[in-house]
């Protein structure tokens, strides 16, 4: 069974960088499409992107141009970066999987609360 | 961007009833669906994609339906361990949107 686990800074400070990595256990890095979602207190879900094999990704356009994804499979891990964090950039995130595509997740992590706060 | 809208937001059913959750996309999206559960404190868990295929694992009185613009997640039984919320979401166009999500409580 595929297992994921966020980890990360709990607190991060406005206009600063959250920076959150997903542990993959029981799976090879390479052969899944690996995903970010986030939830804000009261909020619905938001996708926020993939990336597969370290080469293709896909990201939320209301995102613009403050994420970033990577892959580090030495390690069988895979990290988001968000960068120019404000308030609302204050979530749960879950790392996800897709063994099929970018599409759907079949695997998540249980989420990480990050708060923005000075 | 494709919007999912839910229905209703909160159900409150008994033990082997039959409840459906409904899901509205603000354009056509196929079949293009994927629902999950969502317990608290948990990882969500994948029980539909493309609209009525079942994910491996997932008890048989879990079944989705529709096309094009609405969908639904009916369950046939409701169990005890059905209590959470279960989110759609669609999959036809980026950015992938969910819906705000329906809490299923047990009475």
């Known amino acids: 069974q595929v297992q994921l686990q966020e980890s990360g800074p709990g607190v991060v400070k406005p206009s600063e960088t959250l920076s959150l990595t997903c542990s993959v256990s029981?799976?090879?890095?390479?052969?899944?499409?690996w995903s970010w979602v986030r939830q804000p207190p009261g909020k619905r879900l938001e996708w926020l992107g993939y990336?597969?094999?370290?080469?293709?990704?896909n990201f939320n356009p209301s995102l613009k141009s403050r994420v970033t994804m990577s892959i580090d499979t030495s390690r069988n891990q895979f990290s988001l970066n968000l960068t120019s964090v404000t308030a609302a950039d204050t979530a749960v995130y879950y790392c996800?999987?897709?063994?099929?595509?970018?599409?759907?997740?079949?695997?998540w992590g249980q989420g990480t609360l990050v708060t923005v706060s000075s | 961007d494709t919007q999912m809208t839910q229905s209703p937001s909160t159900l409150s059913a008994s033990v082997g009833d039959r409840v459906t959750i409904t899901c509205r996309a603000s354009?056509?999206?196929?079949?293009?669906v994927a629902w999950y559960q969502k317990k608290p404190g948990k990882a969500p868990n994948l029980l539909i994609y493309?609209?009525?295929s079942s994910e491996t694992g997932v008890p048989s009185r879990f079944n989705g339906s529709g096309s094009g613009a609405v969908f639904a997640l009916t369950i046939s039984s409701l169990q005890p361990d059905d209590s959470a919320t279960y989110y759609c979401?669609?999959?036809?166009?980026?950015?992938?949107?969910f819906g705000q999500g329906t809490e299923v409580e047990i009475k």
């Open positions: 029981n799976v090879s890095i390479g052969s899944y499409y």
């Open positions: 493309q609209a009525s």
């Open positions: 996800a999987g897709g063994s099929k595509s970018g599409w759907y997740a079949d695997c």
């Open positions: 990336i597969y094999k370290a080469e293709t990704t």
């Open positions: 354009q056509s999206i196929g079949r293009w």
């Open positions: 979401q669609q999959y036809n166009t980026y950015p992938l949107t």
